[in-house]
């Protein structure tokens, strides 16, 4: 029975830890997690140009990809340099999640839109 379950148990491990995730979730071990509405920063006026660029990168490179893996991905918003995204359905929770919007996800935005520095989960 191992022999069959060690492949699959081994890549979840790495998947998760290749992905920097946590060993715990905060709020099992005692820490507080900020609900699902918790308050993210508004879109200043200023970055309006910015947002509608990174808003159509989202639209038309990010959310089919992400939705040809059952998964779906919002906008949340975007505030000196960083870009607020969630990741929904079959993302939402998945180990790579967090390796895709890193790796994939920061590095696309960075490339086509220059302000942004970095992608946050929210």
């Given amino acids: 029975a191992w022999g069959g379950l060690k492949p699959d148990v081994l890549s979840i491990l790495l998947d998760h830890f290749s992905a920097e995730m946590p060993l715990f979730h905060p709020a099992q071990a005692g820490f507080s997690v900020p609900s699902a509405d918790a308050e993210l ?64 996800i920061e590095q696309l935005l960075k490339h086509y839109v220059p302000e942004v520095s970095e992608v946050r989960a929210a």
């Fill in 41 to 104: 920063p508004l879109d200043a006026p200023e970055d309006a140009e910015i947002v509608e660029q990174i808003k159509e990168l989202i639209e038309t490179r990010v959310r089919p990809a992400v939705a040809n893996d059952g998964g779906d991905i919002v906008y949340r918003g975007f505030q000196g340099g960083v870009v607020y995204l969630q990741m929904q359905g079959a993302c939402s929770g998945c180990p790579s999640s967090t390796a895709t919007l890193k790796n994939g």
